[in-house]
């Protein structure tokens, strides 16, 4: 092996082992070590992983010969992808892993998937794999993960494989060679947006710059609330101005912008600061007409784009979604507040506009108030959301909530 920094390499070494070593030999003729873990099961591997299937099974307590002797194809894959994420995981806590690089079929990759979302942000993580990276969306919601797709199948080496391997072995390698120094460290506030809600992000982004804060703004997509969520866990966070919750509504009625249901969780849990905004909370978002489920076919829609139908919450869904709110952001163990826009959440809900409708925005104040308790203020602000002078009163609050922080020795950076 090879000095320098370690790309540990991921594979089924049963099916995968001529394409590995390839790509192996490719990183370490660059002067970097490799470290194979193997992640077959049914066949003898091609070459003896430094990780064997042996100490993978064992790592998601299971034994490797009895996984074979039962022939069950999809256990087994469940098994060493358990396994391996505790492999790789520790491999990095042991400083023995400074990149992750998987190669599979749609079997292999399946394993691999659990090993490359184990691994924290920042880590570089890349998959070659026989499936297209958009059938990923979900898998790798959160995590800075690279696909390359194979093209051919992978299933011994040839022209078009070599070259799709090669280019994988010199991007994994120019990723662990990258240094990167954080600058002076400042404390993170993440801020969540979406199109409707835009302007009030722009605005409270540039107040907390002046402020002095490293800003990450995250879009209320499903997969932007995801990320907030775990990056909050990992501690990476250190205050959330969450303007636009809408994910809880896409959640709620089965829309396409969901994050699941653990969205506005993290941040109470964690006992970080957070201001908390019904933005864009008047809708729920459809990727498509066809993708609308037939017990809404009578409400209210508006056309965002050409294939993007958003449908106007109602008053008896905002009292749940309030609801939600008031309960989730009531368990914080750290300083919280709800700001509520009285002028509308979002450039649609606006006096004139097509989703304007003052008594279902009330219902949501009614279902927070009902769910809150007494220890973290509702405070309803005569300003629609996008108003310039909203964003600073939410960047004020957020600011005063961080300097009490502060003052009960929480640390901010």
């Avoid at 280019?167 to 409707?196: C, D, H, K, W």
């Avoid at 995250?218 to 809408?246: K, N, R």
């Avoid at 459809?286 to 037939?294: A, L, N, T």
Wanted: glycine residues 10%; hydrophobic residues 45%.
């Amino acid at each position: 092996m090879q000095g320098g920094k370690t790309v540990v390499l991921l594979a089924t070494l049963d099916t995968k082992g001529e394409e590995t070593r390839f790509v192996k030999d490719t990183i370490e003729g660059r002067g970097l070590r490799t470290l194979v873990v193997d992640t077959g099961v049914r066949g003898a591997p091609a070459f003896a992983a430094d990780v064997s299937r042996a100490e993978v099974a064992e790592a998601a307590g299971e034994d490797v010969i009895a996984l074979a002797e039962a022939r069950d194809r999809g256990r087994a894959a469940g098994v060493m992808g358990q396994g391996a994420a505790v492999v790789v995981t520790r491999l990095h806590a042991e400083g023995r892993l400074d990149g992750l690089l998987t190669i599979g079929g749609g079997t292999g990759s399946s394993i691999a998937n659990p090993a490359l979302v184990a691994l924290p942000l920042g880590i570089p993580k890349m998959m070659v794999t026989v499936r297209s990276a958009i059938d990923y969306r979900t898998v790798f919601a959160r995590k800075d993960v690279t696909v390359v797709y194979a093209v051919t199948d992978i299933l011994g080496l040839n022209p078009v494989l070599r070259r799709i391997l090669s280019n994988a072995a010199g991007a994994i390698s120019g990723m662990v060679e990258q240094e990167y120094v954080e600058p002076l460290a400042r404390p993170v506030v993440a801020v969540t947006s979406f199109g409707v809600t835009t302007p009030a992000a722009m605005r409270c982004r540039e107040i907390l710059l002046e402020h002095g804060f490293e800003v990450v703004v995250f879009p209320a997509t499903g997969t932007g609330g995801m990320s907030l969520e775990e990056l909050i866990d990992q501690g990476t966070v250190q205050a959330v101005l969450d303007l636009t919750t809408s994910e809880l509504a896409d959640e709620l009625c089965g829309g396409s912008a969901t994050a699941g249901p653990h969205r506005l969780e993290a941040a109470a849990r964690m006992g970080i600061p957070q201001v908390v905004i019904p933005g864009a909370m008047d809708f729920v978002n459809f990727r498509s007409v066809e993708q609308i489920p037939s017990q809404y076919k009578d409400r209210l829609f508006y056309f965002h784009t050409p294939t993007t139908a958003l449908m106007r919450t109602t008053a008896e869904e905002n009292i749940i979604l309030g609801g939600q709110v008031g309960e989730r952001v009531g368990r914080s163990a750290g300083p919280a507040v709800v700001l509520i826009p009285m002028r509308g959440y979002s450039d649609y809900d606006h006096e004139g506009r097509v989703f304007w409708d003052p008594a279902a925005d009330r219902a949501f104040v009614e279902g927070v108030r009902s769910s809150i308790g007494d220890r973290i203020p509702v405070i309803e602000v005569d300003l629609h959301v996008n108003d310039p002078d909203f964003a600073a009163t939410a960047v004020e609050r957020l600011v005063h909530l961080m300097a009490s922080a502060r003052a009960a020795g929480v640390a901010m950076a």
